[in-house]
């Protein structure tokens, strides 16, 4: 059913000529914590039948609850792959927002979601990955299985078009990947 709900947006999305970037997970999806969270509805929390205690489990290296995510997202790129107006694949959207991951974990756990893609998806479409505007993961959008990058400015000045212009021009020189 969720997949089926998805599944319209991108119908709908082609019809009026809309490009789409499926993204598959999120921190507030994997937030035991204080703040936004979804955590206890999330179908691999344990409460929920599945076999994560904490949220930490997601990104430890072939964990039960990492095979079966990895497993999930690869039937889903799968099931997708042949739709034309979706242009890439976001793999976590702000991971650095998980309570308790290191950026080493982070770039373990991309390294691994990104590892099936290639095989999964027919038509080869970039994949991203996300941080939060916030701390210093000067590493994490090194890792290779990282094709661009995928920014979320929230400045505290209001000025979100100046603020796009120089966090744009400045990890196009850090990183030398294209940046969305």
Request: proline share 6%; net charge negative; hydrophobic share 40%.
């Amino acid at each position: 059913y969720w997949a089926k709900r998805w599944e319209n947006v991108f119908e709908k999305a082609a019809s009026n000529g809309i490009y789409v970037m499926p993204v598959f997970g999120a921190w507030y999806d994997w937030n035991n914590g204080d703040g936004y969270s979804t955590w206890n509805s999330n179908p691999l929390n344990e409460t929920n039948g599945g076999p994560a205690k904490t949220p930490a489990e997601l990104f430890i290296s072939d964990s039960p609850t990492q095979k079966l995510w990895v497993s999930w997202m690869k039937t889903l790129i799968e099931r997708w792959q042949g739709r034309k107006n979706i242009i890439a694949w976001e793999l976590f959207s702000e991971v650095n927002m998980v309570p308790d991951i290191t950026q080493t974990e982070a770039i373990d756990f991309v390294n691994s979601a990104a590892f099936i893609i290639p095989n999964a998806d027919s038509f080869h479409r970039p994949v991203t990955a996300s941080l939060a505007d916030f701390g210093n993961w000067s590493g994490f959008y090194r890792s290779d299985s990282i094709d661009f990058i995928n920014i979320h400015p929230y400045p505290v000045s209001g000025k979100l078009d100046s603020t796009i212009v120089t966090e744009v021009h400045s990890m196009l020189t850090k990183y030398r990947k294209p940046v969305m």
